[in-house]
Each structure stands twice: as structure tokens, then as C-alpha cells.
């Protein structure tokens, strides 16, 4: 069965950095757009970077482009989100989605993607 299981959230302190990771199975990884969102507490989740099958396109939310970077390995089945500049508005649940519809890149709402993982808890603090 399709699973994405996140890690590498943790606490970190304002400016500092750290990269998430997306491990996934149970399907072809390589041919389907990923993206990473997030949901800080009170708010909805929202798009944070997403990445198309071939990782020859990216695309950020305004709030982190230039600090965060996405990327993916295929022949590992990973996805990755380096994290840099860290500010308390960072902090949230960060969760990695696959899109199994036709995706011609972009920007996607949650309910675009069609598999979730359980996320990981990213909190910037001092």
C-alpha cells in the first residue's frame, strides 16, 4: 500500500536550519509530482513547495522561497525539504503529499493531493 512517512522535524532555534525527509513506498515514485505543506497550530494546512516527477521543476510558497529548498532522489524513493533561515512563523507540522492525477506542475491546494504522510513536527524556538 502507498505509505509516505516524514522525519528530521525537531526543535530548532531562530536562523538555524534542518532537512526533512519524505521516505515513500508502494508506488512508482518517479512518475508522480510531490509536494511538501504545512499546518501550524489554528491554521490551515497550506502548500509549501512542490516538486515535479523529474525534479526538473520547483515551485515555493512566497513565505519560503529562497530559504527552502526541495528535492528528490528517485532511485531512493525520497523526498527532501532543506530548511534554512528558520523563523517562529516556521513552525508547524510539516507533511509530504503525492499527486496520483494528472499533474502538470505548479502550485496545488491539500485537496489536490491525493496521499498524505502523518507529518513531522517542526518547531523554531529560542
Known amino acids: 500500500q502507498v505509505q509516505l512517512v516524514e522525519s528530521g522535524g525537531g526543535l530548532v532555534q531562530p536562523g538555524g536550519s534542518l532537512r526533512l525527509f519524505c521516505a515513500t513506498s508502494?508506488?512508482?515514485?518517479?512518475?508522480?509530482?510531490m509536494g511538501w505543506f504545512r499546518q501550524a497550530p489554528g491554521k490551515e494546512r497550506e502548500f509549501v513547495a512542490g516538486?515535479?516527477?523529474?525534479?526538473?521543476?520547483?515551485y515555493y510558497a512566497d513565505s519560503v522561497k529562497g530559504r527552502f529548498t526541495i528535492s528528490r532522489d528517485n532511485a531512493k524513493n525520497t523526498m527532501y525539504l532543506q530548511m534554512n533561515s528558520l523563523n517562529p512563523e516556521d513552525t508547524a507540522v510539516y507533511y509530504c503529499?503525492?499527486?496520483?492525477?494528472?499533474?502538470?506542475?505548479?502550485?496545488?491546494?491539500?485537496?489536490?493531493?491525493?496521499?498524505w504522510g502523518k507529518g513531522t513536527l517542526v518547531t523554531v524556538s529560542s
Open positions: 516538486i515535479t516527477w523529474s525534479g526538473g521543476r520547483t
Open positions: 508502494g508506488f512508482t515514485f518517479s512518475s508522480y509530482y
Open positions: 503529499a503525492v499527486r496520483f492525477r494528472p499533474a502538470a506542475g505548479g502550485y496545488y491546494l491539500p485537496n489536490d493531493m491525493d496521499y
